[in-house]
């Protein structure tokens, strides 16, 4: 039984920073991809940022220099670390695990989280 949990969510003015983590325990098979994806209300679900297994990394655009993805393999831990945050980044966020990228990134993963929620205000 796969299971994710997050952490890290919270409230922060724009320009602050947040650090997510997500551990996760219950799968043995490697070639997978992780990642997060976030909802906002009102809104559909958005790919964030993916890892694979071999390490390579994809972000949204809108992310690009101020997110970064990060995995500590010892620890079954994937991390976000999101810098220079604006209101626009205000959503629920969600850790993601699937074999097939494509998924995650349409927000509809094999396995996810219970998501944490991040709040920007201005």
């Known amino acids: 039984q796969v299971q994710l949990v997050e952490s890290g969510g919270g409230s922060v003015q724009a320009g602050g920073s947040l650090r997510l983590s997500c551990a996760a325990s219950g799968y043995t098979d490697s070639s997978y991809c992780m990642g997060w994806f976030r909802q906002a209300p009102g809104k559909e679900r958005e790919g964030v940022a993916s890892?694979?297994?071999?390490?390579?990394?994809r972000y949204a655009d809108s992310m690009k220099g101020r997110f970064t993805i990060s995995r500590d393999n010892a620890k079954n831990t994937l991390y976000l670390q999101m810098n220079n945050l604006k209101p626009e980044d205000t959503a629920m966020y969600y850790c993601a695990l699937d074999w097939d990228s494509r998924r995650l990134w349409r927000g509809d993963p094999k396995y996810r989280g219970q998501g944490t929620q991040v709040t920007v205000s201005s």
């Open positions: 890892i694979d297994s071999g390490g390579n990394t």
